[in-house]
């Protein structure tokens, strides 16, 4: 079990304790506040809630986590070391002479300051090689994005190391190798932070219509394909040279005022404060973190549908965790064949359930057809060969509700081949929480030529290996419920 430790408990950092904790590492924290423990057991508590349901592949078992009253006990066994103290230079000076003083020398010491540049967290210490900032984005259990800054005090493969842990926990690293003030992308929140502002002060818009301007438009744009695909995209087939020749000259335009600041004086804080108090005062913090956490979880699901940006980050995440979890991707990787194959390791995710707080009927069948899909992959039938001309269309399904199912719960489909057979394939999946029964799944499948959509008899290896299969666990007892028509006797 790889240890993190934390050093400054607030959101940022309990974020950064919820990430680690929930990948399996053991977490050590220091943080002087009173409140700190009662503060990262909230954030964690709505990290448990969002995360697992994220991804499709269950999520490591939790490491422990302890709190410390010293940094020096905090860091010992620490690979990995998250400052997030508030702000301030000589408070951050303060933290990284206990950690030269203390943390191991091979531990990455990453630093979540939005504004401080690494060679100014490095001066004057002798473990700079160890120091780089690892900004992160809130809320940092589901955010995937860690800007990496380095300088040449970091050898290559501190760098390597600290992109390593970063990637393993689901998270992206940007490495910039060039440091800036603020660097890379709160430059940019800066800059429409600052206009925003104008447009409160000059009475232009409202807080809350800025904020619709921005999640009813190019918000959502930003969030699959960032700035320079989306104006590649705008400007048609002519590309992005085409975009700027038709838009490049309004940047000679006074449209903007990025270049000015309004005064920020006590009339402009109550202005905006007021707004915001209107719009969302109706919410506890704590409902609007569920809220953003629920969307965010929804949005990047979407994107792992079209295997897209932040999706695809999740839908890579998930693959390396797969052997942990115990799903096999080819018949090598299969534990025993003589056994129902676990098809599916996973926590309920949150938009699977209905108006009843419980999983959805066309959840049941999508949660089937998954497990379908990961025995096809299993027994050879990959995306390389339906690319290749056949596949398996599902001519009869049966699905039995035995046992409620709710968000958050961690189930399991273990698969059975009951016919591999010429062109037929029938399965038979049974979905659990620990040992209880929640539904049983059975379907029938045709083998299918793609160019004539007409069944057909599959390769010779993919019909071998489900001969294998079913030949291997023909000994097991008959499933109960096998054949079952609907209304007959239970």
């Not at 950064?16 to 904790?21: K, P, T």
């Not at 999520?59 to 620490?78: I, K, N, S």
């Not at 933290?95 to 504004?115: E, K, R």
């Not at 800036?180 to 000059?202: N, Q, S, T």
């Amino acid at each position: 079990m790889k240890t993190a430790a934390i050093i400054g408990g607030g959101v940022i950092g309990g974020g950064w304790a919820a990430r680690f904790l929930l990948n399996g590492w053991d977490v050590r924290v220091f943080d002087p506040d009173p409140q700190a423990e009662r503060k990262i057991g909230e954030v964690l508590a709505n990290a448990r809630r969002s995360l697992p349901g994220l991804g499709n592949v269950a999520l490591p078992a939790e490491g422990a986590l302890t709190f410390h009253a010293t940094v020096a006990e905090a860091v010992q066994g620490a690979v990995w070391i998250q400052e997030s103290v508030p702000e301030r230079l000589d408070l951050k000076q303060k933290i990284y002479g206990a950690l030269q003083a203390h943390a191991p020398a091979d531990a990455v010491i990453g630093s979540s300051t939005s504004g401080y540049k690494p060679s100014q967290l490095q001066e004057g210490f002798d473990n700079a090689a160890q120091i780089v900032v690892a900004h992160p984005f809130n809320p940092v259990y589901l955010m995937p994005l860690v800007e990496v800054v380095t300088t040449a005090a970091n050898p290559p493969e501190m760098i390597e190391a600290a992109k390593a842990i970063i990637t393993s926990v689901g998270m992206y690293p940007l490495h910039l190798k060039k440091e800036i003030d603020a660097h890379v992308a709160d430059r940019f929140l800066e800059a429409v932070w600052r206009e925003a502002l104008w447009l409160v002060k000059d009475g232009i818009a409202t807080t809350e219509e800025i904020d619709n301007a921005i999640r009813y438009g190019f918000g959502i744009r930003w969030a699959q394909m960032g700035l320079f695909e989306t104006y590649r995209v705008a400007g048609g087939e002519a590309g992005m040279k085409h975009f700027l020749a038709q838009f490049g000259p309004c940047l000679s335009w006074p449209w903007t005022k990025l270049m000015d600041v309004p005064e920020y004086n006590d009339e402009l804080v109550d202005l905006i404060a007021g707004q915001s108090d209107a719009q969302s005062g109706h919410h506890s913090i704590r409902d609007l973190e569920r809220i953003r956490d629920d969307n965010l979880v929804g949005m990047m699901r979407a994107l792992s549908a079209n295997d897209w940006g932040a999706g695809a980050l999740q839908n890579a995440h998930d693959v390396s965790r797969m052997g942990a979890a115990g799903l096999a991707r080819s018949m090598e990787e299969v534990a025993d064949i003589a056994q129902p194959v676990l098809t599916q390791a996973r926590v309920v995710p949150l938009d699977w359930t209905d108006y009843n707080g419980h999983m959805t009927e066309s959840r049941y069948l999508d949660a089937f057809a998954q497990s379908t899909d990961r025995l096809m992959e299993i027994i050879g039938c990959d995306a390389d060969y339906i690319a290749s001309g056949g596949s398996y269309f599902t001519a009869e399904t049966h699905i039995r509700h035995i046992d409620e199912v709710h968000a958050g719960q961690a189930i399991q489909v273990k698969t059975r081949v009951i016919l591999g057979q010429g062109k037929k394939m029938h399965l038979w999946h049974e979905m659990y929480e620990g040992d209880r029964l929640l539904a049983t799944g059975e379907h029938m499948l045709l083998h299918v030529d793609l160019k004539t959509r007409r069944s057909a008899p599959p390769a010779a290896h993919i019909e071998a290996n489900l001969v294998r299969l079913a030949t291997a666990q023909a000994a097991l007892p008959a499933p109960e419920g096998l054949g079952r028509a609907i209304g007959a006797p239970r």
